[in-house]
């Protein structure tokens, strides 16, 4: 089943033109607005979050808001900017799928079927693009559903920052949004609701013959496209900058088989080009255009720069099975929608030169089948407290040979966070003698510590005093574990003096 996903920025303009000219624009605590001509008259095209708060709205004449509010900020409207940093967006927005449009005159749209688990999930994958968005100080709302209408429509309509309509769950997820949700005009929605009709589910549940004689076809085309039951397809935005490769068939195939062949024609055709360019594909997106204008998409990524034509083929093919081919696909398109500089690598000269182990294929396989966020490895970190120690990393990312400090061992296996235990022990320095960890209890037979641990009291003063004394204990099976106790066993200010276990040696 088909997911969209509606991105919907409710002051555009203005956050763009802060965001674009942040020295010229109007100070933050001045409201602003830009005004354009409606005919004869300047009227309000957009306002910002302190305009709006002060009253002044769309379509409002630029004379009144000047006359309510003074000191406002009017600055000209620019439509044919705003449409093309939009476009400029759905080309970014490229990195969370091969799917991607602008949705003027404030949106984009994105269709994220098979390439969410990509992102660790839907609910991951829109969080995502929320703290994307905010992090440039653009104020975004998200919706997710298995039409673009449906996802347009609760992404505007919906009054939350991110909705997930589930799949299935359509009319449900529309039925008590307002008219203005379904795209229509405005004169439509006004005689709409002059006849009474309020939200879409008042309008669904009246015969069609009546509505199509009184509004025209429009009305109904827009509920069966927010309902999927006639198709709205979305035409992918391509960046200039993109290296591609196109094949377009005279007769549609349709053959798993025969798109597998046509697949590894492109592939070497791509190659060529990105070797052309001294570049490594780092993510590849394979766009199938059917008869019926609808559109299916494979996206796979690798952990490093890659020109290899069989890798690259093998990858792709591995996902033809998601792909629907409808009555026939006349387009396939490759594209590397991110390509990175590759640089020359030594091979084996030697028939006594035992050659580097390289795990990227394999890496390339699971990050594709299961998401590249789910793979990772882990890289140390300059700290002294354990749990900040360690850092998540993508797998092939570049060996720098930093290492943990082995001075004292440290448990192959640490816990999330340290889980207390129940214990008894000598104190201040010595390790306890039994201890209870998730229910059983365990006899130390041998003990080594402590280890010492300062809190770090140059991130957070709580920790200015605060210590932690690690002892590594085994107990009667043979099993290890790592224990420390929250205090240095003499002062209060230094901890609660309760014991953890941090870990498991292996």
Not at 11 to 27: E, Q, V, Y
Request: overall charge negative; glycine content about 8%; aromatic content about 6%.
């Amino acid at each position: 089943m088909a997911r969209v996903v509606s991105l919907y920025l409710p002051r555009w303009p203005t956050d763009r033109l802060r965001r674009k000219s942040p020295g010229s624009a109007p100070p933050a605590d001045t409201p602003l607005v830009l005004v354009g001509r409606d005919g004869n008259r300047r009227v309000v095209l957009a306002a910002d979050a302190l305009a709006e708060s002060v009253g002044l709205h769309i379509g409002m004449p630029a004379t009144k808001a000047q006359a309510l509010v003074p000191g406002l900020a009017l600055l000209d409207a620019d439509p044919v900017g705003d449409v093309e940093a939009l476009d400029r967006l759905a080309v970014w927005a490229l990195r969370f799928s091969p799917m991607v449009a602008a949705d003027p005159p404030d949106g984009l749209v994105i269709d994220t079927t098979g390439a969410d688990h990509l992102h660790g999930g839907e609910e991951p994958m829109l969080r995502t693009l929320v703290e994307r968005f905010a992090a440039s100080d653009l104020e975004v709302r998200v919706a997710i559903a298995d039409t673009w209408g449906a996802a347009h429509a609760a992404a505007r309509y919906a009054g939350a920052a991110m909705v997930i309509v589930e799949p299935g769950q359509t009319e449900r997820g529309l039925e008590g949004l307002p008219l203005a949700s379904l795209r229509l005009p405005e004169r439509m929605r006004g005689d709409l609701h002059v006849l009474g009709f309020a939200t879409i589910g008042d309008l669904v549940a009246q015969p069609r013959a009546p509505l199509v004689q009184r509004f025209g076809p429009q009305l109904v085309r827009r509920i069966d496209q927010a309902f999927g039951t006639v198709p709205e397809p979305i035409e992918p935005v391509r960046s200039p900058d993109l290296v591609e490769v196109r094949r377009v068939f005279g007769e549609p195939i349709g053959a798993a088989e025969t798109i597998r062949r046509y697949t590894g024609k492109l592939v070497l055709q791509l190659v060529a080009e990105l070797e052309r360019r001294h570049l490594g594909a780092r993510r590849l997106d394979l766009l199938f255009g059917r008869v019926d204008n609808h559109w299916e998409a494979i996206r796979i990524g690798m952990g490093r720069p890659e020109r290899d034509a069989k890798r690259l083929t093998r990858l792709l093919c591995d996902r033809i099975e998601t792909v629907d081919p409808g009555f026939g696909i006349e387009v396939m398109t490759l594209a590397a929608t991110l390509a990175e500089p590759l640089g020359a690598h030594q091979v084996v000269s030697s028939l006594v030169e035992e050659p580097e182990t390289d795990v990227s294929s394999l890496i390339d396989i699971l990050a594709n089948r299961i998401g590249e966020r789910r793979l990772y490895r882990f890289a140390p970190v300059a700290s002294d407290v354990p749990e900040r120690s360690v850092a998540r990393v993508e797998p092939m990312s570049f060996d720098d040979g930093a290492s943990w400090d082995d001075h004292w061992p440290r448990p192959s296996r640490l816990l999330p966070r340290p889980e207390p235990v129940e214990t008894m022990a000598l104190l201040p320095d010595h390790p306890p003698v039994w201890f209870a960890w998730r229910g059983q209890r365990r006899r130390v037979r041998r003990a080594d510590g402590p280890e010492r641990v300062f809190g770090e009291w140059w991130k957070r003063e709580a920790e200015a005093a605060t210590v932690r004394d690690y002892f590594r204990v085994e107990d009667d099976a043979g099993e290890r574990f790592w224990i420390f106790r929250a205090g240095d066993g003499e002062h209060p200010e230094t901890g609660s003096h309760r014991w953890f276990l941090h870990g498991v040696f292996g």
